[in-house]
């Protein structure tokens, strides 16, 4: 979940039946990452070379089954982060994630802090290890200008995924049809949005945050190859319109995949603020491509990802080479190369802010 953790410790408790017809999980997982970046002047005296950082990850189910076909869980994930996340932001972070789910023949529908469809269908660039491309966490090593977060101040000024992420974990209600011929379809309704994940934050002075969410999905086997597909569209009322789409094919170790996102407004919408931080850029496209190679125990995969707010100069451009290799069952040894180019309206964005960052990790699992 963190880009290539070098030690992390997890704890999982076997599932217990306490009954019949209750199940319960639960995990508990602890991540150190250590990562050596060289910047280019005159950015690097803004940032330092040597950075390590923790996360502690929470995960808890309880299922109860009715019967073979009926079931009903309560889900919740926890995680509580001492990594800067973003340029400036040194407060650590705490995430939640906390819903109910039911699961029945007629369709899955969950409420509370859950993931829109659109995100939990998409697919893209493939990721090796824990390093993953969208909702880069790469800015614990290389900030970006254009990704800013300090105290309650949160500015996205170029989209930090090709998935549909701008309410995150807000309360809300899903609901996924059954799969048919290989496609799943999914609607998402967002009462209010207060996250600080994509382009709005609670923060925002938006009148209106209520929004919907529609997502598609596919995965069929053609000619030996595995074959993935998503599409996303999300509207956020009278503040932007949202689109995503994706493909992943696999074949003997090989996986090639790629996405891409796109955001944009409106007359009908509110009208751009820039003393609002987050208005001035919701208008913006962002795309991904990769390709991965998985042997034995060993995995190795370079992927790029590109993000631009059309009506400003920032732009965003991530290159990455990324390994693992597992020793067995429960070590895994992982490295990272990847460089991060900015460009924008404040001055180190302007003058190419940019550099490199070298990962090693180790990820212990029990």
Do not use: C
């Not at 991540?31 to 040597?50: E, H, I, R, V």
């Not at 101040?153 to 992420?165: A, F, G």
């Not at 009278?238 to 090989?254: P, Q």
């Not at 370079?302 to 080479?321: G, P, Q, R």
């Amino acid at each position: 979940m963190k880009i290539l953790p070098a030690v992390t410790i997890l704890a999982m408790v076997p599932t217990i039946a306490t009954a019949s017809s209750l199940e319960t999980e639960y995990s508990a997982t602890l991540n150190n990452y250590y990562g050596y970046t060289d910047y280019a002047k005159p950015y690097n005296k803004l940032q330092k070379q040597n950075n390590l950082n923790s996360s502690l990850n929470l995960f808890g189910r309880a299922t109860y089954h009715y019967n073979e076909n009926y079931s009903s869980s309560l889900i919740g994930y926890f995680m509580v982060d001492s990594a800067k996340e973003i340029e400036n932001y040194n407060q650590g972070t705490w995430g939640e994630e906390v819903y109910f789910l039911t699961e029945t023949p007629y369709g899955d529908i969950s409420v509370g802090q859950d993931s829109n469809v659109a995100y939990k269908f998409a697919v893209g660039a493939p990721s090796i290890g824990s390093y993953q491309l969208n909702n880069t966490d790469l800015a614990n090593f290389l900030a970006s200008p254009n990704w800013y977060q300090k105290g309650h101040k949160v500015s996205y000024k170029t989209l930090d995924s090709t998935y549909i992420n701008t309410d995150g974990a807000s309360l809300k209600a899903n609901y996924i049809t059954p799969e048919f011929a290989g496609i799943k379809l999914g609607i998402t309704y967002i009462p209010e949005i207060y996250s600080q994940s994509g382009l709005v934050s609670k923060k925002a002075r938006y009148k209106d945050k209520s929004a919907y969410v529609l997502g598609a999905y596919g995965a069929w086997d053609i000619l030996d190859y595995e074959l993935e597909a998503s599409l996303g569209f999300a509207d956020y009322h009278k503040n932007d319109k949202e689109y995503s789409a994706g493909i992943s094919i696999y074949r003997k170790g090989w996986t090639f995949g790629a996405s891409y996102r796109k955001t944009e407004v409106n007359k009908s919408d509110y009208a751009l603020n820039k003393e609002n931080l987050y208005d001035a850029y919701r208008e913006g496209r962002s795309y991904n491509i990769g390709l991965s190679y998985a042997f034995g125990p060993f995995s190795t995969g370079i992927s790029y990802f590109d993000s631009k707010a059309e009506n400003t100069h920032n732009h965003d451009e991530i290159i990455s080479w990324s390994n693992g290799y597992q020793y067995n069952k429960y070590t895994t040894f992982s490295f990272t190369a990847a460089h991060l180019l900015s460009r924008g309206e404040n001055y180190e964005a302007k003058n190419n802010a940019k550099g490199y960052a070298f990962i090693i990790g180790m990820e212990l699992s029990l």
